[in-house]
């Protein structure tokens, strides 16, 4: 190899969002550098502006249809930030149903449906052969399953927030519709059958781990900083502080959403339309992070629920805190989908679910600014809005999940790339893929 | 755009193309009064004849605009004097709302006039059409809001 | 394999919803996909782009086109799509109408790029990029002005069991033929046909379940809206804010006709009426802005000031 070469990969796909990958080899045969390319931006930050805020809760949940209701629910928060209004806990009780809800039926499509067929069929396997519906065809009762967590949560959402895509219920001061008995009597009695596919979950991803113990542990291992919502130290969605851990696994911080301009910092790429998230006091590129299941699990001292803790006990033990392995990314995603059952049993058995007093009266505009966290199931998201005394949005800016981890993408696949094309010579380019898909 | 405008009357003489929605229970009459009593007014409205202007839908307007109108004017009964009782108030609330969409699209609010003329206020109606015109005369064509 | 048909999906800039809402028809995919032969999907299918060049024209029978043209790549994309589909559908609102991704428009390009690249409250001094990604469009124009589509549908996104339905349809060479009637035909609420008093904003007070949110001054735009999602929202509280864009002909003016509505049911003093309704381009064009009146003089000025 004499020559510089670029190797583009064009889409990447089973992936949420726009992108492709360039590789650009050096002469000396060395990997020079590695892009990961969005593709495409739409400018809600600026169309957001001179839009009543309440009506941002309704426009945001279409940044992203895979966590439409992080988006809805962390915008509603932003605005009930900025306006001083506090819902009724009643309230507050359904958004997290519903966060839950998308948690599981977000996990569980990307286990099953982005990521599975790596493990089941080999990151190697005809393209053809790796897709959901070959699932669908060689493993049906695998997927049936899948199928059935997915269906579990979306079809929840959809009782909760009318649409499980781009939800419409919430609204500054509560929720706009509580949860009828009736439905939260259906609801329970399709818990014992979620509980089964969940636990039939975790065999799975034990078994994949099992497998390929040697990938998850040897490829791509890249310590960055991690980034998670944690609320008294266990891992949580929708509230709570942000905390930041290092490579090392130190707690570098631990902060009130609205304090977030002094450790987000932003670096504009020239060759992506979403920006680089990093660690603002360790600067770009030394601060970069990553914002994910993994991190949560990472920067978390323990789970809200038993059987999620005894699931992150067991993946300690096998990867240590913080994990670094860009694989064990499936193995957190599983551990997090049984919090988000417990929690949905949880309160589906709190009989304040059903409560009618799920939304304020006399909620009044004010100017302001107001700084909203949740997670999505990628990773931490943050809404900043600034109003008038109107209520009309003047300036907005939003740290999407996905930017918190492209660095760290970046980040993982040259180390992946260096293993493939310096070290073991040429092999199918299809093996960076799967690290994207975290 | 006064150079725009400029040029654009030097080269082929340009007269304004007003639209005017009229009710046909006042203004379309007082419009024809206008004509038989002489009541002098600029030649540049073509008029649509409609039975009210609670009839008329914000899509009139628009689609006029859109499709090269440099002016729209509409002319109904006085608030109260509607036949249809309250269609004018309807459509005056619909206007207070379009006109600042309009506004919000960018888009010069002069190049629309909403006014109320009864079928014996001839000269009401045409002095209407005259401002329309000047105003819209001074914006130039409806082209120049691409510039 | 003969008997099945042959299907690409492709998205230009879009948020993956209508996608989505595609995989929530659920253990009905189990029905659906061993019907179909995958040409193109880069969401759950490793092909690339050189796969669907490569193919004949008019060689797959249905295409699906999600999402708005917002670069250059989308737009190629979108006729790419155009010349390899026999039947190609315009899949959701953003593709339909420009949805949400249209609202661009109401601001100049530069605008755009300085409060996402340039200046915001985390981001100083930065550039808009320019290696290895596709130019942005100077404006969002519909994509029919791109390309002809044989079937539309909107929503955002489409509900699954619409998409089920048109996708089981069109397998079979079937006509698809859907009602034609807007939101309030399947709202459950009562009509009474009272003007209100009175314009309010969604947070203020609590409403009647039960009545009318129109009439109840909440502004609704389930009048103007093609009800394809059988009133989802106004069934659970919320107002419709017309996401499935106008009703059969689809692409008349949906804001002007919500603007209508709106008139007629509260025939107030032109100041109280333009002081509560704070954002009507915003308000009653959300979904459909760039096919609009309005949009369609926004993407000639902006055209014109490219040349
Ligand atoms: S129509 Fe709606 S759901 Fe579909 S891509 Fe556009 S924003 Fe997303
Ligand atoms: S306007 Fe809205 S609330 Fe009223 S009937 Fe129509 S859809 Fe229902
Ligand atoms: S009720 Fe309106 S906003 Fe809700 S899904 Fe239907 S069209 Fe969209
Ligand atoms: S009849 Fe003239 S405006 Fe209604």
Redesign the interface.
């Given at each position: 190899m004499t020559e510089e070469k670029v190797i583009?990969?064009?889409?990447v796909?089973?992936l949420?969002?726009?992108g492709?990958l360039?590789l650009k080899m050096g002469t000396d045969g060395k990997v020079k550098d590695v892009?990961f390319?969005?593709?495409?931006?739409?400018?809600f930050?600026?169309?957001l502006?001179?839009?009543?805020m309440?009506?941002a809760v309704?426009?945001a949940p279409?940044?992203?249809?895979?966590c439409?209701i992080p988006h809805h629910l962390v915008s509603v928060k932003t605005v009930e930030d900025a306006w001083d209004v506090t819902p009724p806990p009643a309230a507050i009780k359904l958004r997290r149903l519903l966060i839950e809800a998308k948690q599981l039926s977000s996990h569980a499509?990307h286990f099953y449906?982005?990521a599975a067929p790596d493990f089941v069929f080999g990151p190697f396997a005809d393209?053809?052969v790796?897709?959901?519906?070959a699932v669908?065809?060689h493993l049906?009762d695998v997927?049936?399953q899948a199928?059935?967590l997915?269906?579990f949560g979306?079809e929840l959402c959809?009782t909760i927030g009318?649409?499980?895509?781009?939800p419409?219920?919430a609204?500054?001061?509560g929720m706009?519709?509580p949860l009828k008995e009736e439905e939260r009597d259906y609801w329970l009695g399709e818990v014992p059958d979620l509980m089964d596919n969940m636990m039939n979950t975790v065999d799975l991803a034990k078994q994949v781990v099992n497998d390929y113990i040697d990938v998850i542990t040897k490829v791509a291992v890249t310590p960055t900083y991690y980034l998670g919502l944690t609320n008294n130290g266990e891992l949580d969605i929708y509230d709570g502080k942000v905390r930041v851990m290092d490579p090392e696994g130190k707690i570098v911080a631990d902060f009130e959403p609205h304090e977030y301009?002094d450790y987000?910092?932003?670096h504009?790429?020239?060759?992506?339309?979403a920006?680089h998230?990093y660690y603002k006091p360790a600067g770009y590129p030394e601060g970069i992070w990553r914002a994910n299941t993994l991190a949560r699990c990472n920067v978390a001292d323990k789970m809200a629920t038993p059987l999620a803790q005894e699931a992150l006990e067991e993946m300690r033990e096998l990867v240590g805190r913080p994990s670094h392995h860009t694989f064990a990314y499936h193995y957190a995603r599983v551990i997090e989908m049984v919090q988000a059952t417990e929690w949905i049993k949880k309160l589906l058995e709190d009989p304040d679910i059903v409560s009618t007093d799920v939304?304020l009266?006399d909620?009044e505009p004010k100017a302001g600014e107001g700084v909203g966290i949740v997670e999505a199931p990628r990773g931490t998201l943050l809404h900043?809005y600034e109003c008038d005394e109107?209520g009309?949005i003047t300036?907005a800016?939003l740290?999407v999940a996905t930017n918190n981890n492209i660095a760290g993408i970046e980040k993982s696949l040259m180390d992946a790339a260096k293993l493939i094309f310096e070290k073991e010579g040429h092999k199918e380019l299809?093996l960076p893929?799967p690290m994207v898909k975290t | 755009m006064t150079m725009a405008k400029t040029q654009t009357d030097s080269e082929h003489e340009w007269t304004p193309r007003i639209v005017a929605y009229c009710c046909n229970w006042c203004s379309y009459a007082g419009a024809d009064l206008a004509g038989t009593s002489r009541i002098q007014y600029p030649p540049n409205a073509r008029i649509v004849r409609v039975n009210c202007t609670g009839r008329i839908s914000p899509e009139f307007i628009l689609a006029a605009l859109d499709m090269g109108a440099d002016g729209v004017l509409v002319s109904g009964c006085h608030p109260g004097d509607c036949h249809y009782t309250s269609g004018n108030l309807k459509l005056r609330a619909r206007w207070a709302i379009m006109e600042k969409a309009i506004e919000?699209a960018g888009i010069d609010t002069r190049r629309i006039r909403l006014q109320w003329a009864s079928a014996s206020e001839g000269q009401v109606f045409a002095d209407g059409v005259a401002k329309l015109v000047e105003q819209v005369k001074e914006l130039g064509p409806i082209q120049e809001e691409w510039k | 394999m003969t008997d099945k048909v042959s299907v690409a999906l492709m998205?230009?800039?879009?948020?993956?919803?209508?996608?989505?809402?595609l995989?929530?028809i659920?253990?009905r995919?189990?029905e659906v996909?061993?019907m179909?032969d995958?040409k193109f999907w880069?969401?759950?299918?490793?092909?690339?782009?050189e796969h669907l060049e490569g193919y004949p024209d008019k060689s797959i029978d249905v295409g699906l086109y999600e999402g708005?043209a917002?670069?250059e790549?989308?737009i190629h994309h979108l006729k790419l799509m155009r010349e390899k589909c026999k039947t190609l559908i315009s899949f959701g609102s953003c593709s339909c109408f420009g949805?949400?991704?249209g609202?661009?428009n109401?601001?100049d390009i530069e605008?755009?790029y300085d409060?996402?690249?340039r200046s915001?409250?985390?981001?100083k001094d930065?550039?808009v990029?320019?290696?290895?990604?596709?130019p942005?469009a100077p404006v969002i124009k519909p994509n029919n002005q791109y390309v002809d589509f044989d079937v539309y549908l909107p929503g955002?996104?489409p509900t699954s069991d619409l998409i089920f339905k048109a996708l089981t349809t069109l397998i079979k060479g079937d006509e698809l033929v859907l009602d034609p009637h807007t939101v309030c035909h399947y709202c459950n609420r009562d009509k009474q046909e009272t003007p209100i008093p009175e314009i309010l904003?969604?947070?203020?007070?609590?409403?009647d379940?039960d009545r009318c949110l129109l009439e109840q001054g909440y502004i609704c735009m389930g009048s103007a809206t093609w009800g394809l999602?059988e009133g989802?929202?106004v069934?659970?509280?919320?107002t419709c804010?017309g996401?499935f864009g106008p009703p059969p002909p689809i692409m008349q003016d949906q804001g002007a006709n919500g603007i209508g509505m709106l008139g007629s049911y509260a025939p107030l003093e032109p100041e109280v009426i333009q002081d509560a309704v704070?954002?009507p381009l915003?308000?009653f064009w959300?979904f459909s802005y760039a096919t609009s009146h309005l949009g369609s003089m926004r993407i000639r000025r902006e055209e014109a000031k490219n040349q």
């Open positions: 583009r990969v064009d889409p796909t089973r949420e969002g726009h492709s360039t892009q390319n969005v593709e495409s931006t739409r400018f930050e600026k169309f502006e001179g839009r009543p309440e009506e309704r426009i279409r940044i992203c249809g895979i439409p499509i449906a982005l393209p053809a790796r897709n959901v519906a669908l065809k049906p997927a049936v199928i059935k997915m269906q979306q959809k009318a649409k499980a895509i781009h419409t219920t609204i500054p001061g706009l519709s301009t987000y910092g932003e504009i790429p020239n060759h992506s339309y920006t998230i939304k009266s909620v900043n109107d009309i300036k800016n740290i299809d893929e | 919000q | 998205q230009g800039s879009s948020c993956w919803g209508c996608f989505q809402s995989i929530d659920h253990l995919l189990a996909l061993p179909l995958i880069a969401a759950v299918a490793d092909f690339k782009h708005a917002r670069t790549e989308d949805g949400i991704p609202l661009a109401f601001s605008e755009c409060v996402k690249f915001n409250k985390t981001v930065g550039k990029p320019t290696e290895n990604v596709p942005i955002c996104p904003r969604p947070f203020d007070g609590n409403a379940p999602c989802q929202c069934n659970k509280g919320a804010r996401c704070r954002d915003g308000l959300r």
